[in-house]
């Protein structure tokens, strides 16, 4: 008589399953003697009833994804396991009957626990005096796995989940009696084959499939399905990778033969299948930012895991956001534009060759939403070059003094508190001015800071005059009026961070004696510039920086940490206004043609017609060389530094190398895309009142 026991009650099945147990079973698992006898029909049934039914299945670990913005160029995977889920239609039919006829034939007859094989191994095993064959259903084994990868048990439980005891035995057993009852076949195996470890680091078998033959899980022919499921029992020793490679054809010969056995092929087909040559395509899966594909993309790899660990949406605490990361099975598709990556890096190159001590680091945003479209930097993303975050900071990088470029949070100040483009100064070579003095810029104990080139400077000034041709004093003045305070609490709303530890002291403690801030003593890094300067070219609007496009979960949601997080910072008129001064410098014209020299004349001619605003920047000495220019549709910076000794002065014969990179970069973005216009002040904010 055929025992169908899927159509068995529930109290049947544990009296059947007891007797059985108690007589039978536990001596085919390979129990000691010991353990046979003490376990009693009744203990069996005692025990097997008070087990728990109700099996937690939480989703496997799973490698995420990260993408370029196009969603299909890859940039690189996280994974602590190399896992991916699959649905068992994308599952070659020949893989499926595979592993059913390797490991239990009569997966689709029986309720979870198949009687028939516990005594034809308890006949078998008894008759060699050693365990031969076992008699674990495949839902037993998916059973097993689950409780030994479950991240909500203990060790110690996941431990128990392999332990040889009956206990351990007659728990698969519940399991897998109930989960029959609740899940269908199909749905059993297709878990168990996205959860099976086959070997080389590959669980799951589209992690087999690719690691073995670089090839979808769809694509198996019959002789690789059936080498796969041939490893499953002892997936290292038995692999062709890692293992014995004799073992695994001779594995892969008995699941052919099985697969004959039961019907779905013919002998004939096992014959030929198992005459093929292994061949093998094994690849490795790049995990991490070092590993990334292209190692100019490292430096932007390396920015979205530090974003992801500062989102609370992945998880309470780091670890558990690192943790989510490498095994929550994400797809990440980034804002990198490979295209503006490349230009940008090639330009970087321009600057200093790889090599050099000295670094231009460069980035490219989009304003209105804060995408981050490259970071590129002269050095290569490795362990035998630099891992520094040179372009985003963080770590030990806290950023170069971005020079003149600070006057744009003075000018927004300024227009802000009620003056206009038109305001006036008469801007001499030195300024006396009323904060602390110190260094050389001192006259009696005040501050003095003066005009770098006097003769081009001086005279007298208004906003478009003075960015235009950054005069130090002027804006030395102009902050002294609407006082520092203003100026340094404009910088944070458009985004600059202090990193550096004394920096973010004066700016708590004592702002109103950072006269100095103006001239961008502060050290700051090209992304938090182009992003502030971004925030100009949105008409007053900041965008957090993000390198994200979108976030999707296992179960195709898209997580709403992927869209832009935007508000308001600065009325419309004012970022207007700040705009027309900003063509000065880059050789364009104001709306009101008031423009009349800048220190970078050259940016407008190099880009094909198109309005375009920016600020160049020298720290004291030329220590560093900074360029951040900008049109309605990008914003790119870069400063040159060295980023390991800030006292090997780079000069200024780099700034016009600085300038060409970021202007380059920025036409080659915009390169196809229409000519866009900044929009005209309004007469009251560029003249006041009165005009």
Sequence with gaps: MRLRLRYLSPKLLTLLLCGLLSGVALA????????????????????????????????????SYLYANDGKTLITTFYDVNRENVRLRDVAPAMRDAIVAAEDARFYEHGGVDMRSIIRAFVANGAGGEVEQGASTLTMQYVRNVLKNDPNLSPQERQDATDDTARRKLQEIRFASALERKISKDEILNRYLNISYFGAGAYGIRAASERYFNKQ???????EAALLAGLVQSPDSDSPIAGDRKRALERRGYVLDAMARTGKITPDKAAKAKAEPLRLKPTNLPSGCVASRNDTWGFFCDYVRHWWMAQPEFGRTPQMRERNLFQGGYKIVSSLDPDIQREAQNNALGVYGYGSDRAAPMAVVQPGTGRVLALAVNRHFSLNDTTNQLIAGGGSIVGYQ??????????????????????????????????????????????CPRNASPGWMNGYRTMWTGFGRSVNTYFVWLEQEIGVHKVIDMAQRLGIQFRAGADAKLAKERADEWGSFTLGTSATTPLDLANAYATVAAEGVHCEATPVLSIMDTNGNRLPSSNPHCARVLRQDVARAATDAARCPVGDQSAYGRCDGGTA??????????????????????STATFVGYTPQIAAASIAANPDNPHDYVGSGVQDSVIGAVTQTMSSALDGFPKQNFNRPDTRIAFGGGR
């Design 402 to 447: 971005a020079g003149s470029t600070f006057k744009m949070f003075t000018m927004l100040a300024a227009l802000e508190s009620g003056r206009d483009l038109d305001t006036g100064f008469n801007a001499q070579t030195q300024f006396r001015s009323k904060y602390p003095g110190g260094g050389d810029a001192v006259c009696g104990d005040k501050w």
């Design 601 to 622: 004349e050259a940016v407008a001619g190099m880009m094909g017609g198109r309005q375009v605003a920016g600020k160049t920047g020298t720290s004291e000495y030329d």
């Design 28 to 63: 085919v698992a390979g129990f000691p003697v010991s353990a046979v006898v003490a376990l009693s029909t009744k203990a069996a049934s005692d025990m097997y009833i008070d087990l728990p039914s109700d099996l937690s299945m939480p989703t496997p670990e799973q490698r």
């Design 217 to 223: 899980p769809a694509k198996l022919t019959l002789a």
